[in-house]
């Protein structure tokens, strides 16, 4: 993790990584960075958390609990992502709990 970290990110990375905590928009560094491991790090949470936020949207087919899990999920989405974009600003590669460990296995 400290590689990540140790040279801080140009201006132009940091603008296509912030990508990566915007729902869909997490495909372009996904897909176009991977030769960079910290925009990469970023694109994996962010398709992560993208992926919660579909399958929460699948949820809402369950009757009277469907609305109230994907309020929830949503809320935890948005929060996740929040920290993720204070993170790349600040240029750091932040662990989100349990959003790392499902990331690392892509």
């Known amino acids: 993790m400290s590689q ?4 801080r990110p140009s201006l ?3 603008a296509l990584t912030l990508l ?3 729902s869909s928009l997490c495909l372009i560094p996904l897909i176009f960075m991977r030769d960079n491991p910290y925009a990469y790090f970023h694109a994996r949470q962010g398709f992560v ?4 936020q579909v399958v929460g949207a699948f949820v809402t087919i369950i009757p009277a ?4 899990v994907y309020g929830v999920v949503l ?5 996740f992502s929040l920290a993720g974009v204070v993170a790349v600003l600040f240029g750091r590669a932040w662990r989100l709990p349990l959003v790392y460990d499902l990331a690392r296995r892509i």
């Open 65 to 68: 609990v469907g609305q109230l």
């Open 4 to 7: 990540l970290v140790a040279a």
């Open 75 to 79: 809320w935890l989405v948005i929060l």
């Open 49 to 52: 958390l993208f992926i919660i």
């Open 12 to 14: 132009g990375v940091k």
């Open 20 to 22: 990566s905590y915007i």
